[in-house]
């Protein structure tokens, strides 16, 4: 596996992004574990436990044994176990505080089994949630990260609320994970191109384009969005997908994540293409490698492919590949420039 | 939620019965199974009755909706995401 320079943030991916190859009819998730190892697409290596582990969070000593011996084999890291907090598994009613940590809390156990050194998931935003979240991560000896992705944003009040919560707590050990999906500068064109390919028409592709870029707060944005698409004539189900577009793809300006940093746990390199000169058309990522190198951030990156929601023109192996080479050169770069200017 | 049809004719729910982790049951019963899940890389199978005829094609028309547990619309105490998708297909009876 090959390795960022010491001090620098790592590479690694999550198998989310090979959601699309998970459906192949000879997919085993040790050959895609295998298959991600050859490709060097590590070292570090995150998980969905319900997408990729049957029976998750159920692990039999057996079958972490073989995981943690595969990941070994392979040199490659397990980082953050991806968890979810189902709060509407029940139709009748929804989880209660203390049904969902101790949800949270098999999650976590199980992650730790595995060797994963962090749980991510969705939270309750109440102090009594927090205060067991941290309980339950000292415990474990983990860290805990809540993802901060788009619609949200660093000054969000849902992320303004949490940050209070956790500086009340005070534990070191609950945090952030960013998601580059927030800090967009256009809408991708992958989507663009599967959208147009599906027969939506032009001018409600350039209207949801319009309207993303308008400097406008997220309620006028939809207000907007569904009348004009409405006078367009365009269908419930393409303004539901359309309605995605401005949901997913946030425009906060990338460096702004350099508040959020000291509370940083794992990063979630979200892109959604790569284009011929091998850089991402719709993130910055030259401005977001900058913001994670100044940081001092030295933990994990993990590559997260989205565009298998909208096309499965693309390999997800390939498309990780190009983003690793991508953010290697600007994490090369960003350290050579920071230290030219400490130099000087 | 299943919106089946078949040839034409939509199928009452209730005529449904569901084929999942090595068990058979009515569509009705699957709400009391929130302990179990449907993985990812499994296959459900839906049975109905219907007289087979002569015809060797039938067109299915499936609306599925997937209520998505952890996305909840309107705060903690609202209700889950609804994921739709829409399959129409010609099938060939074997």
Known sequence: MTQTPAGLPKLGITLFSLTLEMRRSDYTLEGMIRRVAELDLGPGLEVVGFQSLRGWPNVSDEFATGFRGLLDECELVPTAMSMNLDLARRRDRRMTEEEALEYVERQMEAGKKLGFPIGKSAILSTPGFVEGLARIAERLEMRFGVEVHSPESVDSPHVAHLRELFDAVGSPLLGFVPDFSASMHDVPPSLVRAHRESGMSEELIALVSEVWHSDATMPEKFGRFHEEAGKLGASPGDVGKLNMVLTMHGSMDPRRWAELMPQVVHVHGKFYGIDESGNEPSIDHEAIMNVLVESGYDGYISSEWEGHAYTDAMSGYEVCRGHHDLCRRLLLQSAQTAGTSRAH | ?94
């Open chain 2, 1 to 94: 939620m299943v919106d089946l049809t078949i040839d034409g004719d939509r199928v009452d729910p209730a005529e449904l019965t569901v084929e999942a982790n090595g068990v058979t049951l009515a569509f009705d019963e699957l709400q009391e199974r929130y302990d179990d899940w449907w993985f990812t890389t499994d296959a459900v199978t839906l049975h109905i009755r219907r007289s087979n005829g002569r015809r060797a094609e039938h067109r299915v028309e499936l609306d599925l909706g997937l209520r998505i547990p952890y996305l909840i619309v309107g705060g903690p105490d609202g209700e889950p995401l609804l994921a739709s998708s829409h399959t129409d297909k010609t099938l060939v009876c074997n």
